[in-house]
């Protein structure tokens, strides 16, 4: 459990969710629960790791809870399920990019360019406990029968522990075309200096995209292909004198990652894929406002 009380995460969830969604979809809803009222609940389903039954029984548990998020009922889970899974992607990258605004605040250092590191880390697809894992692998030597996990790809503001941009996927998967349109949507929220990434990201592309559409610097090791192979441009000068020092600071990264999954989860549960992607975007948007 985290340590961030919930009646102010839940207060924290409905601003940002008010300044992004409309407050019903239709004329012709029901105007029971606003839109932002329930992606706010989705967000404090998402920080307390609850499931969408739990979600229920804990609002009516908790008056205070419903008195900060405006309800004069309780929604049903399968209220906030269907709102997930017509809850489209794009809206709630907006809400991470306004919690991450917020998050920068308005002091003379949100004016800097932001050093960002891009990487990506697994999100479990169940609840499955690790000393299970561990225990079957010790009496069949051999692992849980999974094939794929979900690849959670994010872009985090190394200074300021924000995450920018995200997305996801099936693993495992190599996301090097993905950091042009990630980094652009993140140089949306906040403009962009330095792009610090792993040697998955090691292309000419990337770097010409960076340096010369975003005017800003890029670090990434040049490590594909052999030795013997003869690279030019920005990739030939990453291998003949790479930046060590500044890129040190990539490994802040992880940070985030460790922080997310210690403090808010680190699975995205649903029977589908659909399902387990918007668990990965709510579990990002759901750190942002954490960080609040």
Known sequence: MAEVGLLLFARVALEVATAVLPPYRSRFSKHQFTQPQLLAVLCLMRYEDWTFRETEVRLREHRELRRVLGLRSVPD???????????????????????????????????????????????AQ????????????????????????????????????RILAQDARPGPWNDCARLRPLVGAANQVARIGLVLADAEFD?????TYVRQTLRARSI???????????????????????????????????????AVKRKLSARAPGRSLFMQLRQAFLLGLAYNLYRL
């Open 77 to 123: 889970y399968t209220t906030l399920y269907r709102f997930l899974k017509r809850l489209d992607e794009t809206l709630i990258n907006q809400a991470l990019g306004e919690a991450a605004r917020r998050l920068g605040g308005a002091s003379p250092r949100s004016l800097r360019r932001a050093r960002v590191g891009v990487d990506a880390t697994g999100l």
């Open 203 to 207: 292309s000419e592309r990337n770097h």
């Open 220 to 258: 990434i090791p040049a490590k594909r292909g052999k030795k013997s192979w003869r690279i030019h441009g920005v990739r030939a000068e990453m291998r003949r004198a790479f930046p060590r020092r500044q890129y040190a600071r990539r490994s802040l990264v992880e940070t985030v990652f460790s």
């Open 126 to 161: 169940g609840a499955v406990s690790t000393f299970f894992v561990r225990r079957q692998y010790h009496h069949t030597q051999q692992p849980l029968p999974w094939r794929h996990w979900l690849k959670w790809l994010t872009v985090v503001d190394v200074d300021r522990q």
